[in-house]
C-alpha cells in the first residue's frame, strides 16, 4: 500500500471480488421466488389444414392467447421469453415439439395480456399424421435474469382434435 | 504515506467497501431496482476512492522517528573519496 498504484489496485481487486458476491447475491435470491403462473390458450379456428405437395401436413390455426405472467418477475429478471409449441405423438416419434407461437415479454408491466394471433410458425408434420390427431398446447417459459442462470419450465394449457378431413 | 497510514488506508478501503456493498444491496432489494444497486455501489467504489487512493496528509500524520543524530555526530562520516579510494583498495585484495 505504499505506492498510488498500489493502492488503486487493492481497491479496484476487492471492489470487483465484492461485485461477484453482489451478483451471486442478488441471483441467490431468486431461488426463493415460487412463481405461479396463470395461462391459457385454446384453438378457436382452423385456418388451413392440408397436406403438402411433400406430402407432409400442414395446420394453420389461430389461437386465443391469454396468460398473467407478472409472478416471474423479480428485480434480477431482464426478460422473459415465452413460446406455445403445440407436442402430440406419432408412431415415429414419441413427442412432437412445433413451436407456434413465441414473445419476448420485457418487464412486468406488459406480463399480463390476452391476444387472438393466427400462429407465427405453421405446424407442419414429419409426415401425414395431423388428421384426427390430439394434441396438447404447452405454454413454455425461459426466464433470462440479469445474473445467475436461466430458468426455464412449462405448462399444459390445453389440448385440441384437428379434424379428420383436409379443407 | 507513512505506515500507519497506510494501515489505516487499506482498513478503511475495506471497511468502505463492504458497508457501500451491502447498502447497495439492501436498497436495491428494498426498491426491487437492479440498477439503483449498481448505481450505489458504483458511486460508493469510486468515493472510497478518492479516499483511499490518494496520498491525503491525513495518512501522514505518523512520520517515521530515526535515531538521533548523536551517534553519527561522534563517528564522523568519512569523506567520499577516501571510502570510494578504500573500497577500491579491499576489492583488490
Not at chain 2, 444497486?37 to 491525503?56: D, E, R
Not at chain 2, 530515526?66 to 583498495?89: F, G, I, N, V, Y
Request: glycine residues 2%.
Amino acid at each position: 500500500m505504499h505506492s498510488f498504484m498500489h493502492r488503486l489496485n487493492n481497491l479496484v481487486t476487492f471492489a470487483a471480488v465484492l461485485l461477484a458476491v453482489l451478483c451471486a447475491a442478488a441471483s441467490f435470491l431468486d431461488a426463493f421466488n415460487s412463481p405461479s403462473v396463470h395461462a391459457h390458450a385454446e384453438v378457436i379456428k382452423i385456418n388451413r389444414f392440408r397436406k403438402q405437395l411433400s406430402g407432409n401436413d400442414e395446420a394453420s390455426l389461430t389461437l386465443n392467447i391469454s396468460m398473467d405472467l407478472r409472478s416471474l418477475f423479480t428485480w434480477n429478471t431482464k426478460q422473459v421469453f415465452i413460446f406455445l409449441a403445440a407436442e402430440y405423438e406419432t408412431s415415429k416419434n414419441s413427442l412432437n415439439q412445433i413451436s407456434l407461437w413465441d414473445h419476448i415479454v420485457p418487464d412486468k408491466d406488459h406480463a399480463e395480456f390476452q391476444a387472438q394471433v393466427a400462429n407465427k410458425y405453421p405446424l407442419i408434420d414429419q409426415g401425414s399424421n395431423l388428421r384426427g390427431k390430439k394434441f396438447e398446447l404447452v405454454l413454455h417459459w425461459h426466464v433470462m435474469p440479469r445474473t445467475g442462470r436461466m430458468i426455464q419450465d412449462k405448462m399444459a394449457v390445453s389440448s385440441f382434435y384437428l379434424p379428420e378431413a383436409y379443407t | 504515506m507513512d505506515w500507519q497510514g497506510q494501515k489505516h488506508s487499506e482498513f478503511l478501503m475495506q471497511i468502505l467497501l463492504v458497508v457501500f456493498a451491502v447498502v447497495a444491496f439492501a436498497v436495491g432489494y428494498a426498491i426491487e431496482s437492479f440498477q439503483m444497486m449498481m448505481l450505489i455501489y458504483a458511486s460508493g467504489v469510486f468515493l472510497t476512492a478518492l479516499i483511499t487512493v490518494p496520498n491525503w496528509p491525513f495518512f501522514n500524520r505518523h512520520p517515521l522517528k530515526w535515531l538521533d543524530p548523536s551517534e553519527a555526530d561522534r563517528h564522523p562520516k568519512p569523506q567520499a573519496t577516501a571510502a570510494a579510494s578504500k573500497k577500491k583498495a579491499s576489492k583488490q585484495k
